[in-house]
Nanobody, 125 residues
Framework: QVQLVESGGGPVQAGGSLRLSCAAS????????MGWFRQAPGKEREFVAR??????????YYTDSVKGRFTISRDNAKDTVYLQMNSLEPEDTAIYYCAGGAGVPNERVSGYAYWGQGTQVTVSS
């Protein structure tokens, strides 16, 4: 059974930074592609960033709106995935979800089988 637990969210002023963490547990989680998604009030859940497993080179990919500001990484020894968020903007306010899956890394909500409970990020102007 795979479990994902996010932490690190909270309130922050525009221009500030936060680092989200996703602690993963499960027998094969290290082989999974991992992603971060977010959902703002009244909007659909959207892709933010993803990283492949280490055997695939830990390749990363970002949605355009966060390129240059957010960095996804993973510590395979700790089974933890991070999302470093810099230069935060009010538009980044959302619940952020960690996701994992055994399939080919992708940007679709349906492409990930496992999800965390989410962590709230609130950016004030």
């Amino acid at each position: 059974q795979v479990q994902l637990v996010e932490s690190g969210g909270g309130p922050v002023q525009a221009g500030g930074s936060l680092r989200l963490s996703c602690a993963a547990s499960g027998p094969t989680v290290r082989s999974y592609a991992m992603g971060w998604f977010r959902q703002a009030p009244g909007k659909e859940r959207e892709f933010v960033a993803r990283i492949s497993n280490r055997w695939s080179g830990g390749m990363t990919y970002y949605t355009d709106s966060v390129k240059g500001r957010f960095t996804i990484s993973r510590d395979n020894a700790k089974d933890t995935v991070y999302l470093q968020m810099n230069s935060l903007e009010p538009e980044d306010t959302a619940i952020y979800y960690c996701a994992g899956g055994a399939g080919v890394p992708n940007e679709r909500v349906s492409g990930y089988a496992y999800w965390g409970q989410g962590t709230q990020v609130t950016v004030s102007s």
